[in-house]
């Protein structure tokens, strides 16, 4: 870590980290959170409101994580928050079936095209284990075939080649995962349809390919024009399933998530993330035949003593009824386009090459002159610059994720002038950056 990296503000965080590091691993309770790939010190935060965060130190950040992806209506979000009350009151959890669980279930089966029948869980980790779980149960075969930088969760089967913090930390796979497992998993460039296919002519008894639709964990990566077609034909015609891992996409690119933004329909779904708002969620889905083989009504066991919980079921419910306002999701793109293409131009005065990618109000800008379509491209990025420049922004006050391998998000708590503060601070923090 070179000095410029170095926190200089000292503080609260300072002080909360060095009595963290004692408690819990790396001082964190979950890796990527320990600014492990930009340097410095974890700001500690206070609360947050809106599209802000504020540190134990009282400094306030205009925030592009979002919980990593949950708060797309902004954190504390007054209706949101107003049902969490409502629901308190009522009791924390019963291990009975409530109400609030068949209308989130209705709500997920109409927004989600191939989704007719839902089961959740308490993250989206449980909801990849699960689903694939569920392929292997169906099809009776084992395999599965992930891609390189996609991240599902820390599943053993799928912490081969993983994106996101695996990728931020460059882990070699994970010890701890047994080898016979993951020689069960089988990994495949993103963006390379041929390169499934000889996937396929390779390997038998692979049960399903599991892909981020638009890849958030290893930086923002869309899919090319036509590949989640391929995808989605070459599957089909060798008899393997076809999960999308929507954790991510689902409810943030369009209400219907990826699937519904590029009309190609997978045979199973998981979600997480948005579907929680703010509460630890997951689920998956898929049509009535395949789910109906979830025990009790099927023999593929999984279950959960906190799954569908009233508060979580409360939060999530709240705010995906807020998203059937499709407008929403015009106006996030809106936001997008407005935001990536100050600071792109940001970018350009101070004399630097980034390529930005970016789906509604997903996005990342890479530190590279080359485009980025899968983790070999993303890889080239300078991460170093990448460091500085989070720095830089982080002293501005605006919050970006701790790792060039990580999507930003946006909120329809953004307002155009958060935006275009962002924008400046971005012109500050380039020119700070190319010294
Ligand atoms: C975040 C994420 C997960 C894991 O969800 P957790 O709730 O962190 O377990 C899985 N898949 C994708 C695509 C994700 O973005």
Partial sequence: ????????????????????????????????????????????IRSAKGAEMTDVDGKTYIDYVG?????????????????????????TSYGAPTELEVLMAEEIRDAVPSVEMVRMVNSGTEAT?????????????????????????????????????????GLPDSPGVPATLAQNTITVSFNDAEGLERVFDEHEDIA?????????????????????????????????LLI????????????????????????ITTMGKIIGGGLPVGAYGASRDIMNHIAPAGNIYQAGTLSGNPLAMMAGLTTLRRLRD?????RLERAGERLCNGLTGAAREAGFETVTNRVGSMWTSFFTGEPVTDWTS???????????????????????????????????????????RTIEAGRKAFRKVAG
Avoid at 75 to 83: K, Q
Avoid at 146 to 155: A, D, I, L, Q
Avoid at 218 to 225: T, Y
Avoid at 244 to 255: I, N, Q, S, Y
Wanted: some cysteine; aromatic content about 8%; glycine content about 12%.
């Fill in 1 to 44: 870590m070179s000095s410029a990296q170095k926190d200089e503000r000292g503080g609260r965080s300072e002080e909360l980290f060095a009595r963290a590091i004692e408690l819990m691993p790396g001082g964190v309770n979950s890796p990527v959170r320990a600014f492990r790939g930009v340097g410095g010190t974890p700001r500690f």
């Fill in 378 to 420: 993303a890889a080239r990025s300078n991460r170093e610059l990448y460091g500085k420049f989070f720095h830089a922004m982080l002293e501005e006050g605006v919050y970006l994720a701790p790792s060039q391998f990580e999507a930003a998000f946006i909120s329809t708590a953004h307002t155009d002038e958060l935006l275009d």
């Fill in 208 to 240: 399903a390919v599991i892909i981020e639709p638009v890849v958030g964990n290893m930086g923002c990566v869309p899919p090319r024009e036509g590949y989640l077609e391929s995808v989605r034909e070459i599957t089909k015609r060798r008899d393997a």
């Fill in 67 to 91: 919980s990593w992806g949950p708060m797309i209506l902004g954190h504390a979000d007054e209706e949101v928050l107003s049902a969490l009350r409502d629901a308190l009151a009522h009791g």
């Fill in 129 to 169: 284990m699960s689903a694939i779980r569920l392929a292997r149960g169906l099809t009776g075969r084992n395999k599965l075939v992930k891609f390189e930088g996609c991240y599902h969760g820390h599943g053993d089967s799928l912490l081969v080649k993983a994106g996101s913090g695996v990728a931020t930390l």
């Fill in 244 to 267: 999308f891992d929507e954790v991510m996409t689902g409810f943030r690119l369009a209400r219907g998530g990826a699937q519904e933004l590029y009309k190609v329909m997978p045979d």
């Fill in 326 to 330: 499709k407008s929403i999701y015009e």
